[in-house]
């Protein structure tokens, strides 16, 4: 992990940067991670994934 943020207005949001090799390797693998996940708990708080070049 590169860097982490609390947001000041929101002390629940947290924002993590994380360096990669890949945009789409990675997209990949979040995706299955993430549909995995949801597959064992509908409801599960997922993070919202941004990528950045």
Known sequence: ???I???AD????VHFL???????NT????????SKT???NPDANLPNMTYLQ
């Open 1 to 3: 992990m590169e860097h």
């Open 5 to 7: 943020w609390q947001n």
């Open 10 to 13: 929101d002390e629940n949001e």
């Open 18 to 24: 994380f360096r990669i090799n890949s945009i789409a």
């Open 27 to 34: 997209k990949k693998l979040i995706i299955k991670l993430h």
């Open 38 to 40: 949801l597959e064992q």
